[in-house]
């Protein structure tokens, strides 16, 4: 049996996918764990824990989802548009949270709110992710090669709970990186 390429571009994608969930789930669970520590030096520690690595971890959702739209365009089509609501929330939470990592060092005044946009923004990143994969998981309707669902399809009680799920194995992943 020959490795054919469309196998190995999947598994180079599922590779991408996985250490994205894994590489940049500690610093979302960091983020997810942020609004439980109430002392400066404590949040201050959580966040120079990660500062040398976060955005470097998100690359690897760039070449999963690059890879997808280049090798593999019609599913990239398909999926992309039963899900443009949980994927736009998840990129404005990651949006939210590097924005948020860069400006809380340069003010004193507004740090409680750079504080709220990180924890804000990870938990958003990570519960939509888990509503995407929960969506995915659950099926996509499709009919003559496109989605023929509506915009709301993707909301469902079990998005919902892999949503939650997620969060919480990202937590337990922040919780880890910080012991």
Request: no cysteine.
């Given at each position: ?11 180079i994608?599922?590779?991408a996918v996985l250490?994205y969930?894994i590489l940049d ?8 764990l942020?609004p439980f520590?109430k002392?400066?030096h404590?949040r ?5 824990s990660?500062?040398p ?12 989802g690059g ?8 599913a ?10 949980p994927?736009i929330l998840?990129?404005?939470g990651l949006i939210f949270?590097g924005v948020?990592?860069?400006?809380r060092?340069r003010?004193?005044?507004g740090e409680f709110l750079w504080?709220i946009?990180?924890a804000?923004?990870?938990?958003v990143?990570?519960f939509?992710?888990?509503?995407a994969?929960?969506?995915l998981v659950q099926g996509i309707?499709v009919?003559?090669?496109?989605y ?11 998005s ?10 990202y937590g337990?992943?922040g919780a880890?990186?910080l012991?």
């Open positions: 049996m020959a490795l054919d390429l469309p196998f190995l571009w999947a598994a994608i599922a590779f250490a969930v789930g500690f610093d979302l669970g960091v983020g997810i942020f520590f002392e400066k404590d201050d520690v959580m966040m120079n990660v500062a690595v976060w955005d470097g971890n998100e690359t690897w959702l760039v070449l999963g890879g997808l739209m280049a090798v593999f365009p019609l990239y089509a398909t999926i992309l548009p039963a899900l443009y609501m994927l998840m990129l404005l949270r948020a990592f860069e400006y060092w003010t004193k005044r504080d946009a990180f804000g923004g990870s938990m990143a990570a939509m992710q888990g509503v994969l929960g969506a309707p009919t003559g090669r496109a023929a669902g509506g915009w709301w399809d993707w909301l469902t009680p079990f919902v709970a892999t949503g939650i799920a997620l969060l919480i194995g337990l992943l880890t990186w012991v």
